[in-house]
């Protein structure tokens, strides 16, 4: 493999999927480099964390940008002043518009707590739960110029327990999330990720998981 692909990581909270994509890097699990990561928020616990691990960290303020636009472009300089690759969007809570996109095109991943296309938007973990789903899960994906539409590159999928409550079934969610994002990442670290319109397809892993199907409640025998 040639140079670790360079990574950005825009954030506007706790950050707890950043953490897990800055240990998969410490644990060697992801051929990846962190050079920066920018949050909208002042007070991001996700900024603490990087500094933490000795990365460049950085609050882009977005009230004297007087439009989105200029906001988008505020970001899209700091991330080419990182040498950034590949985005990475975790639980940052702006949307992103097309010169943005653009700018990144296939370069933007997000993650998301639903299996989309089901539930996308906010509050998602109780909209699958008073919806009756008998599962949810998270979807890692490329970002296009629409809200939690591009490309699917990665889902994992978490059954919904009768005991479960908004935040027991968040709670079941993230710790998937912590395993597909550093995943998604390797998998275009290493080059085996193609986009053909809006399929995704991962290279030489096509036999993995062929007869996979989980049913709930369980057919029992
Ligand atoms: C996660 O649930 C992610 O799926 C969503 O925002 C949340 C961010 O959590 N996009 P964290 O800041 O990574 O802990």
Redesign the pocket.
Known sequence: MGERVTVGVL????????QSIIDAVEEGRLDARVTVVLSDREDAF?LERAKKHGIAAAWVDPSPCGSREEYDRALVVRLREADVELVV???FMRILGPPFVKSFKNRIM????ALLPSFPGLHVQAKALEHGARFSG?TVHFVDAGVDTGPIIIQACVPVLDGDTEESL?ER??RQ?HRIYPRAIQLYAEGRIKIKGRRVFVERSGDENDRASLINPPLGR
């Open positions: 954030v506007s909270g706790r950050g707890s999927n950043l996700g969007l975790a639980g997000n993650i998301h707590p998270c968040s969610i993230l999330e």
